[in-house]
């Protein structure tokens, strides 16, 4: 005890449990966000007089009722589930490739996960007849998935060399696939017809303005897949800290974590990108303000990612809906907003150390 | 521990040319060798973090039939260099290890190991600002909470340690070998690759002395650390239990323990 006392420092045991009293701090402020952004819109509608009249047996009209549960609570799960999605890939893409820097917008695996989206909206009526009826409405996002996991295999078989991962390759592999993928979806782009395009342009805007329970209920069991994978990768990826050939002799199956990993990274990114387009930079700030406040350790940090990712999404679509109401803003523009400088924070402080 | 006939190509080049060689638990073995002859590369291949043709048997079975986590119970791993990624304190690395290990449940031995190591008062300062020393001693630590031995265990655990002195200073290589030796007479195996010869012939029970790929020589420290094999080894002469002349001065770690030394043969 006196040690802690010399040292300043909270000690370890101190970060643990400062994870956990997090853990209820976020999911409370989560509770809270939801509420809020349940209850506020353009449509003026209050939440209280309609659920007090729902609970009551009172009336509700009708458009109150269409614009609480068909717009805003479609909406308020899209933010929730994109956003824990968003910040929980890009700490398990981070833990396996040991570096902060690691998101899976800026190393290319969302622009990998908008080629799957787009090759599905243009080629997707080539597929038999069969195989649409049975993918539906899911079809996207699967593409999606499929083309975010493609990009992470071939990022991390680019930038690892025998379990040591190259930050300036990394970063570099991105910048090649995302410019590869971008001529790619450019490609199909032009040789889409006119239905197409409508449907191109509607995915591209993105942004959760567009949710719907169908698009939820397509896009939500890989969402969650991805999500759910992630407390069972939170011991390897901490031993993984010390490179793989450490992680194997302190008794991880590190192969298999890692292809857990890239399957989570690729099922929780694609199905976010496929249903709100490209939001940026959630998985780089959310980690990085964590692991500042609770260390490292991913039993803590990944569950509090997924709380303050799906959070700060919450919170970034109020303000994307509110600042030029009753026009909406792009959430995108909002996270880059608060993302970017976060960004160039850790690129600067490492600058030097790491040979970024 | 048995290897048998241990080959290694990396790419196109042949980088042990079947390598045989035995450690037993209750022994500290050292692997001594010129830079480049391959010493990493064996124990690489001893510890099956890289491919390799042969066999290796542990406690009298095949490497190849254990499950990672019961391995990981059995022996631990110092590797020669490690970077940590993320701003993990010195004791979380050391939980690490623990974790790993068969004594997990006991939450005192990370700052045991700690206190072992002479890192007392280190466990929750950032590991990325350790000295060089230091962050060698801390990964020591990890290997041994993650091997944690205090009395005779019915299977022997084991110690892989690459260069375990190597950024040491003259006090806490001895801290660190003195370590070793109390591991090994608790019925531990520990198997060192070592750049000090001095220390390995005050130390080691059995040496291997490598060269390019092969074992040059198998035996006690008198018998492998002579002058004829250790100038043929290392390319250059090398005079065995010769004082330096008048006027240079020489420390030699034997003369704090002279007591243990066999009679120079
Ligand atoms: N991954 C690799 N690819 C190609 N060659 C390698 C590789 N690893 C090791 N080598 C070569 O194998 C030989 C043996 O290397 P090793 O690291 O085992 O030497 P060492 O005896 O541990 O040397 P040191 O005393 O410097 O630690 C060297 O010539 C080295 O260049
Ligand atoms: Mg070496």
Redesign the pocket.
């Given at each position: 005890m006196t040690e802690q006392v010399a040292s300043g420092r909270a000690s370890p045991t101190d970060r643990v449990r400062r994870g956990r009293r997090v853990t209820a701090a976020l999911a409370l402020l989560l509770g809270c966000t939801c509420v809020i952004s349940l209850s506020q819109g353009a449509a003026g509608t209050d939440l209280w007089p309609v659920l007090y009249a729902t609970l009551t047996g009172g009336g509700v009209a009708q458009m109150d009722r269409i614009i609480l549960l068909d717009i805003r609570l479609p909406r308020m799960f899209m933010a929730v589930l994109v956003g824990a999605s968003l910040a929980v890939s890009g700490a398990v893409m981070q833990g396996l490739f040991r570096n902060p820097l690691a998101d899976p917008g800026i190393v290319g695996v969302s622009a990998g996960a908008g080629l799957g989206a787009i090759t599905a909206i243009v080629l997707g009526g080539l597929l038999p007849a069969v195989l649409l009826e049975f993918f539906g409405s899911s079809l996207i996002a699967i593409a999606a998935f499929l083309g975010a996991w493609g990009a992470t295999i071939i990022l991390y078989s680019v930038s690892t060399r025998?379990g040591q991962t190259s930050v300036a390759t990394m970063l570099l592999a991105g910048i090649a696939i995302a410019a590869l993928v971008g001529a790619m979806s450019g490609l199909l782009i032009y040789a889409a017809d006119d239905a197409q395009l409508r449907s191109l342009t509607f995915w591209n805007l993105g942004s959760l303005a567009g949710a719907t329970w169908t698009k939820l209920a397509a896009a939500t069991p890989i969402m969650l897949a991805g999500i759910a994978a992630a407390p069972f990768l939170a011991r390897g990826l901490n031993g993984m800290v010390l490179g793989e050939a450490a992680a194997m002799h302190m008794g991880i199956p590190v192969q298999r974590i890692k292809r857990i990993a890239v399957l989570s990274v690729a099922a929780a990114t694609g199905a976010a990108v496929a249903v709100s387009g490209g939001i940026g930079f959630v998985g780089i700030v959310v980690p990085h303000l964590l692991r500042l406040a609770t260390g490292p350790d991913h039993r803590t940090l990944l569950p509090n990612a997924a709380l303050l990712g799906a959070a700060l999404l919450l919170g970034a679509d109020m303000i994307s809906r509110s600042i030029v109401a009753p026009a909406e803003l792009p959430i995108g523009i909002v996270t880059a907003v608060l993302g970017a400088p976060v960004f160039l924070y850790i690129l600067l402080r490492r600058r030097g150390t790491m040979g970024v | 521990m048995q290897a048998h006939d241990i080959r290694v190509t990396?790419?196109r080049?042949d980088?042990l040319h079947g390598i045989c060689m035995q450690a037993r638990a209750g022994e500290l073995t050292a692997i001594v060798?010129?830079?480049?002859?391959?010493?990493?590369?064996?124990?690489?291949a001893l510890t099956a973090e890289i491919d390799f043709v042969g066999q290796v048997e542990l406690n009298g079975r095949a490497l190849t039939d254990y499950r990672p986590w019961d391995l990981a119970a059995c022996r631990g791993v110092l590797q020669?260099s490690l970077n940590v990624a993320f701003p993990f304190t010195v004791r979380e690395i050391v939980q690490l290890g623990h974790g790993a290990g068969l004594s997990a449940a006991d939450p005192d031995i990370p700052d045991r190991a700690l206190s072992l190591v002479d890192l007392d008062g280190f466990a929750n300062r950032f590991y990325h600002e350790l000295s060089g020393g230091e962050q060698q001693r801390t990964q020591l630590a990890r290997v041994l909470a993650q091997v944690w031995i205090e009395a005779r265990t019915d299977t022997p655990r084991w110690l892989f340690l690459?260069?375990p002195v190597s950024s040491l200073d003259i006090g806490h290589q001895y801290v660190v070998m003195d370590l070793t030796r109390r591991f090994t007479q608790n019925g531990g195996g520990v198997i060192a690759?070592m750049?000090d010869l001095n220390l390995t012939a005050m130390y080691a029970d059995h040496v291997v002395l490598?060269e390019a790929?092969e074992v040059l020589a198998a035996g006690t420290a008198s018998e492998t650390l002579t002058t004829d094999l250790l100038s043929r080894a290392y390319g250059c002469p090398v005079s065995v239990n010769t004082p330096a002349p008048a006027g240079v001065p020489f420390v030699l770690p034997q003369a704090r323990a002279r007591s243990n030394l066999a009679p120079a043969g």
């Open positions: 025998r | 990396i790419g080049r980088i060798g010129p830079n480049g002859s391959g010493k990493s590369t064996l124990l690489k020669q690459d260069e690759v750049h490598m790929g």
